[in-house]
Nanobody, 122 residues
Framework: QVQLVESGGGLVQAGGSLRLTCAAS????????MAWYRQAPGKQREWVAT???????NYADSVKGRFTISRDNAKNTVYLQMNSLKPGDTAVYYC????????????????WGQGTQVTVSS
């Protein structure tokens, strides 16, 4: 049974930092590309960052230079270090296993977990 459990969210002031954690089970984690997504109130879920099985990373323009995705294959865990947070980063954050399409974009493959709420106050 696949489980994706996100944690580490909270309330932080603008300019602050948070580190999100996603614990994965039921997947071949070391062989999987993983990604973080977020969904703000009233908006569609959007992609934030991806890390491949080889450790290559890619980021949405809105978070580039502020967020860092990383993984620990020994712990089946993927992280999202978020620095210089802005009120616009307020959202529920989710992780997922992703696969590459023919066009080279990644898409999520597993049921979504419960997510973790990040709230950034101004």
């Amino acid at each position: 049974q696949v489980q994706l459990v996100e944690s580490g969210g909270g309330l932080v002031q603008a300019g602050g930092s948070l580190r999100l954690t996603c614990a994965a089970s039921g997947i071949l984690f070391s062989s999987s590309a993983m990604a973080w997504y977020r969904q703000a109130p009233g908006k569609q879920r959007e992609w934030v960052a991806t890390i491949t099985s080889g450790g290559s990373t890619n980021y949405a323009d809105s978070v580039k230079g502020r967020f860092t995705i990383s993984r620990d294959n020994a712990k089946n865990t993927v992280y999202l270090q978020m620095n210089s947070l802005k009120p616009g980063d307020t959202a529920v954050y989710y992780c997922n296993e992703v696969r590459s399409s023919y066009s080279g974009t990644y898409f999520p493959t597993r049921p979504w977990g419960q997510g973790t709420q990040v709230t950034v106050s101004s």
